[in-house]
């Protein structure tokens, strides 16, 4: 399972590299065109708007697999390493689980009515494919639940029972 969520991960990473390569390029195009030759083009903005949206929303479980994740540190510098990762556990047990649940629930019609419609912009004339985006919104909840469980049963980085240095 570790295995899987690592492939997962790596996906992840990869993806929201090339959003941003892509997105960086797309906004100097779109710069380029509307300054220097009076043109815009809105299908362009739009993309730069899908990549940094899909970035935002799959750089979360990218945070919390590095433990990067914004938490409230003040005791944890006390605390032992087994301590941490009690208090860690406990944490997605009575917060992560439950709210990652919870935003699937309920994000899972507006997703799927997405699809269903094949969303595009909102902007006349936009680009299409706005499902697309509101979908990484399913595949965070997902990895971060995944990420959670993994933590759960096996420990950080799957390293049960061992305190780290």
């Known amino acids: 399972m570790t295995r899987i969520a690592d492939l997962l991960m790596r996906a992840t990473l990869t993806l929201c590299i090339a959003l941003l ?4 390029a797309t906004q100097i195009i779109v710069v380029f065109m509307r ?35 914004v938490r409230v540190d003040i005791f944890r510098a006390g605390y032992s390493a087994r301590t ?22 309920n994000a899972w019609p507006h997703v799927a009515r997405s699809w269903a419609i094949f969303e595009g912009s ?32 096996r420990g950080r980085n799957g390293k049960e029972g061992h305190d780290e240095p």
């Open 122 to 153: 909102r902007e006349t004339g936009g680009l299409g494919g706005l499902f697309l985006v509101k979908t990484m919104v399913l595949v965070m909840c997902g990895l971060i639940i995944l990420l959670a469980v993994i933590e759960i049963v």
């Open 35 to 69: 300054y220097v030759m009076g043109v815009g083009f809105l299908e362009l903005q739009d993309l730069v708007t899908y990549s940094f949206s899909a970035i935002v929303v799959l750089a979360i479980p990218l945070a919390m697999q590095r433990d990067r994740h």
């Open 84 to 105: 941490n990762r009690l208090i860690d556990r406990a944490g997605h047990l009575v917060f992560t689980l439950p709210v990652f649940g919870l935003m699937l629930y």
């Open 21 to 24: 390569g892509l997105m960086f």
